[in-house]
C-alpha cells in the first residue's frame, strides 16, 4: 500500500467512524435508475409534451437538448412557479422514474454497505432530487426500506427546494435529531457536494467513471471514491 493510498483509507476511515447518521443521495450512490429506461428519452418526451401544448417558448434552445429531465423541470418551475402545469409536469416524471425502477441497477456493493452500516448502529436516510415514492419502490425491491424507514427526502412541490439547495439534507437532519458535523452525507454529483456544503455536512463523492470524479473533484469535492468496497472493508474491519 503506497502512502498516498494509506492516507486515503485513514480519511475514509475518519469520515466513516464519525458519521451517527449517512444522508444518501439515491440515484447514483444506491442505484443507476435510468440504466434501462434512459433519462435522455424521459427528457425528450416531457419536452414533446410541452410543445404538444404549444408551450415551445417556455425552453431555451440549450434546456430543450440537456438529456436531463430535472433541468426541463426546474425550468419550467422557474417561469410557471407553483402552477397545475408544474405539477402535472412532475408527476409526469415521477410516473417515468417509478417505471425506470424495473431497470434499475444496483450500485455496486451498494446493497451490503447499507445492511452493514445499518447493523454497525449508524442511522440512514435518502437525500434525492428524485421522487420519494420511487426511492422507496427501488427500496422495497431490494429489501432495503427497513434500513432508511421512514428517513427518505425527495422532490416536493417545491422544486425551488431541489438541491443544491440543502433543503432535503436540513429535513432529514431535524427528523433525526443530528448535528450536521455528526453526519456523511454521499452524492454523485457537484449539486450533492453544494447541498452538503450548505448543510455543514462531510461529504463523500462516489463516481463511477473519470468523468464523474473530475466534476465532484471541480466542484469542490475532496474525498471522492470509485467503488463502495473500501467503505464496506472499512466498516467490516
Same mark, same amino acid.
Given at each position: 500500500? *503506497?502512502?498516498?493510498?494509506?492516507?486515503?483509507?485513514?480519511?475514509?476511515?475518519?469520515?466513516? *467512524?464519525?458519521?451517527? %447518521? @449517512?444522508?444518501?443521495?439515491?440515484?447514483?450512490?444506491?442505484?443507476?435508475?435510468?440504466?434501462?429506461?434512459?433519462?435522455?428519452? @424521459?427528457?425528450?418526451?416531457? %419536452?414533446?409534451?410541452?410543445?404538444?401544448?404549444?408551450?415551445?417558448?417556455?425552453?431555451?434552445?440549450?434546456?430543450?437538448?440537456?438529456?436531463?429531465?430535472?433541468?426541463?423541470?426546474?425550468?419550467?418551475?422557474?417561469?410557471?412557479?407553483?402552477?397545475?402545469?408544474?405539477?402535472?409536469? #412532475?408527476?409526469?416524471?415521477?410516473?417515468?422514474?417509478?417505471?425506470?425502477?424495473?431497470?434499475?441497477?444496483?450500485?455496486?456493493?451498494?446493497?451490503?454497505?447499507?445492511?452493514?452500516?445499518?447493523?454497525?448502529?449508524?442511522?440512514?436516510?435518502?437525500?434525492?432530487?428524485?421522487?420519494?415514492?420511487?426511492?422507496?419502490? /427501488?427500496?422495497?425491491?431490494?429489501?432495503?426500506? *427497513?434500513?432508511?424507514?421512514?428517513? @427518505?427526502?425527495?422532490?416536493?412541490?417545491?422544486?425551488?427546494?431541489?438541491?443544491? +439547495?440543502?433543503?432535503?439534507?436540513?429535513?432529514?437532519?431535524?427528523?433525526?435529531?443530528?448535528?450536521? +458535523?455528526?453526519?456523511?452525507?454521499?452524492?454523485?454529483?457537484?449539486?450533492?457536494? +453544494?447541498?452538503?456544503?450548505?448543510?455543514?455536512?462531510?461529504?463523500?463523492? /462516489?463516481?463511477?467513471?473519470?468523468?464523474?470524479?473530475?466534476?465532484?473533484?471541480?466542484?469542490?469535492?475532496?474525498?471522492?471514491?470509485?467503488?463502495? #468496497?473500501?467503505?464496506?472493508?472499512?466498516?467490516?474491519?
Amino acid at each position: 500500500m *503506497t502512502a498516498e493510498t494509506e492516507k486515503e483509507t485513514e480519511n475514509l476511515r475518519e469520515l466513516i *467512524t464519525r458519521a451517527h %447518521v @449517512v444522508l444518501w443521495d439515491f440515484d447514483g450512490p444506491i442505484c443507476r435508475l435510468f440504466a434501462g429506461h434512459k433519462a435522455e428519452r @424521459v427528457a425528450g418526451e416531457l %419536452v414533446e409534451w410541452l410543445e404538444g401544448r404549444g408551450l415551445h417558448g417556455l425552453l431555451t434552445d440549450d434546456e430543450r437538448k440537456s438529456l436531463d429531465p430535472h433541468i426541463v423541470l426546474r425550468a419550467v418551475d422557474r417561469r410557471r412557479p407553483g402552477s397545475d402545469l408544474v405539477a402535472e409536469l #412532475e408527476e409526469r416524471l415521477t410516473q417515468e422514474e417509478m417505471r425506470a425502477t424495473a431497470s434499475a441497477m444496483p450500485t455496486a456493493y451498494a446493497d451490503p454497505l447499507i445492511r452493514t452500516w445499518r447493523a454497525a448502529g449508524s442511522r440512514l436516510a435518502i437525500a434525492t432530487n428524485n421522487s420519494p415514492r420511487v426511492a422507496r419502490a /427501488y427500496l422495497a425491491s431490494r429489501g432495503l426500506v *427497513t434500513c432508511f424507514a421512514p428517513h @427518505v427526502y425527495g422532490r416536493t412541490q417545491d422544486l425551488h427546494r431541489l438541491k443544491p +439547495d440543502p433543503h432535503c439534507l436540513n429535513r432529514a437532519l431535524s427528523a433525526m435529531g443530528a448535528a450536521p +458535523d455528526a453526519a456523511l452525507m454521499i452524492g454523485d454529483s457537484p449539486t450533492d457536494f +453544494d447541498a452538503a456544503r450548505e448543510a455543514r455536512v462531510p461529504f463523500l463523492g /462516489y463516481a463511477r467513471n473519470e468523468r464523474k470524479a473530475k466534476l465532484l473533484r471541480a466542484g469542490g469535492a475532496a474525498h471522492v471514491v470509485d467503488s463502495l #468496497e473500501p467503505l464496506l472493508r472499512i466498516l467490516r474491519g
